[in-house]
């Protein structure tokens, strides 16, 4: 996503997200909670890096939009990561 794209979704300027992205400028809450629900994620995880139980309500969230076939084909992927992360483990 393009830091103009963010901007509009978030509806906040491409200057501050310019400055977010760089580290020039703190982020107000309201702000940080535009840009969050902007990327589809919680504020706890573009803090902390943290999948929390808000996140995967989201995803779910996300999922209900997909037909039955397609959620099938992304449990197949989410399947296939696993394995091939175990596998590196």
Not at 39 to 57: F, P
């Amino acid at each position: 996503m393009t830091q103009e794209a963010l901007a509009e979704k978030g509806e906040v300027t491409t200057q501050f997200v310019s400055y977010a992205e760089s580290g020039k400028r703190a982020m107000r809450p309201e702000n940080l909670m535009k840009i969050a629900s902007a990327l589809g994620v919680s504020t706890d995880y573009i803090l902390t890096g943290d999948i929390i139980d808000k996140d995967k309500l989201l995803l779910s969230e996300k999922l209900d939009k997909l037909t039955a076939r397609e959620v099938r084909i992304v449990e197949g992927i989410i399947d296939e990561c696993i394995a091939l992360y175990h596998r590196n483990e």
